[in-house]
């Protein structure tokens, strides 16, 4: 299955603290050997800093000869049906870069491709398999061996696009205004040991005229 732990990684997009709106898309790739793209309906912001996402692979479809279409998604480990990761911005950008080689080895490979995940400019995801080779696979007794006609794999793909949140918004209501600056001015002095201390903007344990000045020059 080290085509769809490898899938599993490529699907993995994408976050961090700040200002973010989820799209979640589902997706489905199939192939008999063709190349095939995957690109999302809708598109994240592509300037934000950070990218996050998190995947479900719900089901895998290998079909062989003789035997035809055969669900193996509970042959997989779970822990590859679902994860997520993280990349940082601005698109365009290539998140993962792989190429597949199934089994590994000294064994012959029964699947050959190359497969790219990637965010364009405009903000859209795309998931693209290539240079795929299908050959044949030796399932044991009684079926001996058998080729390998098609794969299909199918889940969700969650993706934010996120914008880190401006450290001088204390309070976290989009402004940098005369209420950050009452926050920095009733906490002045030392931070507390082991207490929040909200007015120390620049983290260095004490709300003083360094951070009076932060707030200031990001006012607005």
């Given at each position: 299955?080290?085509?769809?732990?490898?899938?599993?990684?490529?699907?993995?997009?994408?976050?961090?603290?700040?200002?973010?709106?989820?799209?979640t898309?589902?997706?489905d790739?199939?192939?008999?050997?063709?190349?095939?793209?995957?690109?999302?309906?809708?598109?994240?912001?592509?300037?934000?800093?950070?990218?996050?996402?998190?995947?479900?692979?719900?089901?895998?479809?290998?079909?062989?000869?003789?035997?035809?279409?055969?669900?193996?998604?509970g042959?997989?480990?779970?822990?590859l049906?679902?994860?997520?990761?993280?990349?940082?911005?601005?698109?365009p950008?290539?998140?993962v870069?792989?190429?597949i080689v199934?089994?590994e080895?000294?064994?012959?490979?029964?699947?050959?491709?190359d497969?790219?995940l990637?965010?364009?400019?405009?903000?859209?995801?795309?998931?693209?398999?290539?240079?795929?080779?299908?050959?044949?696979?030796?399932?044991g007794?009684?079926?001996?061996?058998?080729?390998?006609?098609?794969?299909?794999?199918s889940?969700e793909?969650?993706?934010?696009?996120?914008?880190?949140s401006?450290p001088?918004?204390?309070?976290g209501?989009?402004?940098?205004d005369?209420?950050?600056?009452?926050?920095?001015?009733?906490?002045w002095?030392?931070?507390?040991?082991?207490?929040?201390?909200?007015?120390?903007?620049?983290?260095?344990?004490?709300?003083?005229?360094?951070?009076?000045?932060?707030?200031?020059?990001?006012?607005?």
């Open positions: 299955m080290s085509m769809i732990r490898n899938a599993a990684v490529a699907i993995t997009l994408l976050v961090g603290a700040g200002s973010a709106h989820a799209d898309w589902p997706f790739l199939a192939t008999s050997g063709e190349d095939v793209v995957w690109m999302s309906p809708t598109a994240v912001d592509p300037d934000s800093a950070l990218f996050e996402g998190s995947y479900t692979i719900s089901q895998v479809i290998a079909t062989v000869s003789i035997l035809g279409p055969i669900d193996v998604t042959f997989i480990d779970p822990e049906l679902s994860g997520s990761a993280s990349a940082e911005g601005p698109a950008l290539t998140l870069e792989l190429g199934f089994p080895p000294p064994e012959e490979p029964a699947v050959v491709a497969l790219f990637s965010l364009d400019d405009e903000g859209f995801g795309n998931l693209a398999v290539s240079n795929i080779t299908l050959g044949s696979l030796d399932l007794f009684p079926f001996g061996i058998v080729d390998i006609l098609g794969l299909a794999i889940g793909i969650t993706l934010n696009g996120v914008t880190p401006d001088n918004d204390i309070n209501d989009g402004a940098v005369v209420q950050d600056l009452v926050i920095v001015i009733t906490g002095g030392e931070c507390p040991a082991g207490l929040p201390c909200p007015g120390d903007v620049n983290q260095d344990g004490f709300v003083d005229v360094l951070d009076l000045v932060s707030i200031i020059t990001g006012w607005g």
